[in-house]
């Protein structure tokens, strides 16, 4: 398979990142990457630690004059999104992806990139081979499943890292330093239905063109949720047609922004016209209310055969479907009172489905407030019961909280304004990183995090900057250099 990265700055980064594209590695699929990962430390002659769950921990000792100093972590995680654009034949369980270079920018084809967080492998397999690195000690410690709960971190055995600083290899936005993120949990509402039979034509409704993207990062961009507008276009319809639902799927990852979803129900055939004329309008005013954001939403219905005895969900069922729908909390719930632009709570519906037995909705809740993320996930919990149904709570991670005395945030602050004549930006996140689970269980921990620019991450449309990578690379081989007591 030609190469395709191989004329890129820093040359060896962009050699690990094309290797590792080759590897599927979604989310529950990273044995390849871990074991590629023990490859190399064993190739280097590294220390290395895989554990049940295929974390990886690779170490390097201090190069000379360094032996004193203390150990530093570097951290990220080797599982990505798998999303993709519908068009588009990939198999993410064992096709390579298809790098393409546009506009100073790498991208896959039709595909997510893996950037988010493929560049951290990438920045730690080069500086682990690196025989002129002038570093302390460093311990680099690749995780598994991030994207579906932060699963590796949680699992890993922090007894086994000497290191008490740590700097995260997972945000993106060049110059840009995080010290801070939100806490989450997931939050499945499951309601029990009944199935009856239905008269009339079918009828596929989609929503989709959405734009979609990161659930923590993004969902300050007014950007639409098809599921949630999908709960609006079927009770609008429903006001003036009658419809029985057969099936209702929206999202795959609730940690992204659902960027389609789709209905199938079994309609009156004298209500085909006005069903259109409904939609056409919902689309109109939809499209007009996220003009900027998501102004290219497409709300379509297309017709099948006549059905005599179509399997289709009891009246009550649907409307508790609908209510669930229209109801559910979304988007920005609570904008920070203390850091400016900051939001500090927030839900996510992100995965919808129904299936002979129930309709599932998982919610990702998000916010720097313990007690506003337990509360608002009591709130989808309470609505879920109301209804009759059952509220699953999992993946719950904590925050990553401000700290005021942080040896390496002055230390990058200051390298970076030697290096580039600027202020670095020191900021608090709303999306949720392995930071706080660090920060929670090794004690004193200084932890901070930063990478290079890394746009539309957790879309088909994803793409890294390669200046910025480049600059990315050197920043962070002279704040390692500059690390000396």
């Known amino acids: 398979m030609p190469r395709v990265l191989e004329e890129l700055e820093p040359k060896r980064v962009f050699y690990y990142f094309e290797e590792i594209s080759r590897i599927p590695r979604g989310s529950g699929n990273t044995k390849a990457i871990s074991d590629y990962l023990v490859s190399f430390a064993k190739e280097k002659g590294l220390s290395y630690i895989q554990d049940e769950m295929n974390n990886v921990l690779i170490r390097k000792p201090a190069a000379p004059g360094y032996e004193n100093v203390p150990t530093v972590i570097l951290q990220g995680h080797m599982d990505m999104v798998c999303e993709k654009r519908p068009e588009i034949d990939h198999d993410f369980t064992k096709d390579p992806l298809e790098l393409v270079i546009k506009d100073g920018y790498v991208w896959a084809n039709g595909t997510t990139l893996g950037g988010d967080d493929g560049i951290a492998v990438a920045f730690g397999l080069a500086l682990l081979e690196d025989p002129d690195l002038k570093a302390p000690a460093l311990e680099v410690l690749i995780t598994v499943d991030e994207e579906i709960g932060l699963l590796g971190a949680d699992g890993f055995d922090c007894k086994q890292l000497n290191g008490k600083r740590l700097i995260n290899l997972d945000s993106e936005e060049d110059g840009v330093l995080w010290v801070s993120c939100a806490g989450g949990r997931c939050v499945e509402s499951r309601l029990s239905v009944k199935w009856a039979e239905a008269e009339g034509i079918r009828m596929t409704l989609t929503i989709d063109g959405l734009v979609g993207g990161h659930s923590g990062s993004e969902i300050d961009k007014n950007r639409a949720n098809a599921n949630v507008l999908m709960g609006r276009v079927l009770y609008a319809l429903g006001t ?158 904590p925050a990553w909280e401000y700290k005021a005395d942080s040896y390496l945030r002055d230390k990058m602050v200051d390298v970076y304004r030697r290096m580039y004549g600027q202020e670095m930006t020191v900021k608090a996140i709303h999306a949720g990183l392995e930071c706080g689970l660090f920060y929670e269980r090794i004690e004193d921990l200084d932890c901070v995090s930063l990478g290079p620019d890394i746009l539309d991450i957790h879309t088909a449309e994803e793409h890294l900057d390669i200046e910025s990578t480049r600059k990315g690379w050197e920043y962070l081989k002279e704040v390692l250099a500059s690390i000396t007591e």
């Open 240 to 397: 003036e047609c009658e419809f029985a639902l057969t099936a209702l799927s929206g999202g795959s990852k609730d940690n992204v922004i659902t960027n389609a979803c789709t209905a199938e129900m079994i309609i009156a055939e004298e209500s085909k016209e006005k069903a259109q004329e409904i939609l056409s309008g919902l689309e109109k005013d939809i499209r007009s209310e996220y003009e900027g954001t998501d102004g290219a939403i497409n709300i379509r219905a297309s017709f099948g055969e006549k059905e005599a005895a179509a399997k289709a969900l009891q009246p009550g069922s649907q409307q508790k479907i609908i209510f669930l729908l229209m109801n559910i909390p979304w988007s920005v719930q609570k904008m920070s009172g203390t850091i400016e632009d900051l939001v500090e709570t927030s839900a996510n519906p992100g995965v919808l489905k129904l299936t002979e037995e129930e309709l599932s909705l998982v919610t990702s809740v998000r916010s720097s407030k313990g007690s506003a993320k337990i509360a608002l996930s009591d709130k989808i919990c309470y609505l879920t019961e109301f209804l009759g149904g059952e509220a699953v709570v999992s993946g719950d991670y």
